[in-house]
């Protein structure tokens, strides 16, 4: 009897049977056999997660960064083993630049006077960033409304493209203020120069995410955004004359 092909061991995280001479088990997909974690092993998974090919963090900024419409309709359409998923995506984002938030100072949330409310959303700043989302992906809807899309599938561009923006924040806007915070005057023209560029990112997005006329997708997407930033400032401004 041939035992070559005999199952050596079993797979440390399905344990299912391995086969000698396999290097990965055949169910789940696991480097075999498992190594005893180490910080070199750890080292080697963070680089492998941040900049390997095939679904890294880097690879999948950058590919957001020049046709986020494309990825959001490469998910929807169901080519997702090539990507991150938007919501972990999103999660991941969000956690990164409200830490850069904290540990920076930077004020994230500015009121005409010092305020509760003002003061919770500092604290918690992710809040804003995650109820952003899905309000968009609603004015998303809303002006796609004869679009193919439903409501869930807008959520895919709007968890990509408001992720990317968390990491603008944290890898542009919070550095440029760290530098220039004692300028005041320069600090409210770069605040002001930045106003647009979610607006018209989503824009660009929309442009490849729909199908049929490019130009009337974008516009829809600037109309979508600024619909947001005007429901976003009244539901805060409504919280804060109730509860203040």
Not at 118 to 127: C, I, P, R, Y
Not at 150 to 174: P, R, W
Request: hydrophobic letters at 50%; charged letters at 10%; one cysteine or more.
């Amino acid at each position: 009897m041939d035992t070559s092909a005999a199952s050596s061991e079993a797979c440390a995280n399905c344990s299912a049977a391995i086969m000698r001479g396999q290097n990965y088990c055949p169910i789940c997909g696991q480097k075999t056999p498992t190594p005893r974690l180490t910080l070199h092993e750890i080292g080697v998974e963070f680089v492998h997660a941040l900049a390997h090919v095939d679904r890294s963090a880097l690879s999948l900024i950058w590919q957001l960064l020049i046709r986020p419409g494309v990825v959001a309709r490469d998910y929807v359409a169901g080519r997702r083993k090539r990507y991150f998923g938007p919501f972990a995506f999103l999660v991941v984002t969000v956690a990164f630049t409200s830490a850069v938030i904290a540990i920076s100072g930077f004020q994230a949330v500015t009121a005409d006077a010092p305020n509760q409310l003002a003061s919770f959303l500092q604290q918690h700043v992710n809040l804003l960033f995650f109820v952003d989302v899905p309000l968009l992906a609603a004015a998303c809807r809303l002006m796609g409304i004869r679009e193919p899309y439903n409501y869930a599938e807008y959520l895919v561009l709007t968890s990509y493209s408001g992720g990317l923006h968390t990491l603008f924040y944290a890898f542009v806007v919070i550095p440029v203020w760290y530098v220039l915070r004692s300028d005041t005057v320069l600090l409210t023209r770069l605040f002001y120069a930045t106003l647009p560029i979610g607006p018209l990112y989503l824009a660009y997005g929309m442009y490849q995410f729909l199908p049929g006329r490019r130009f009337s997708s974008a516009i829809k997407g600037l109309f979508a955004s600024l619909l947001t930033q005007a429901a976003t400032q009244g539901l805060v401004s409504l919280i804060g004359y109730f509860f203040l």
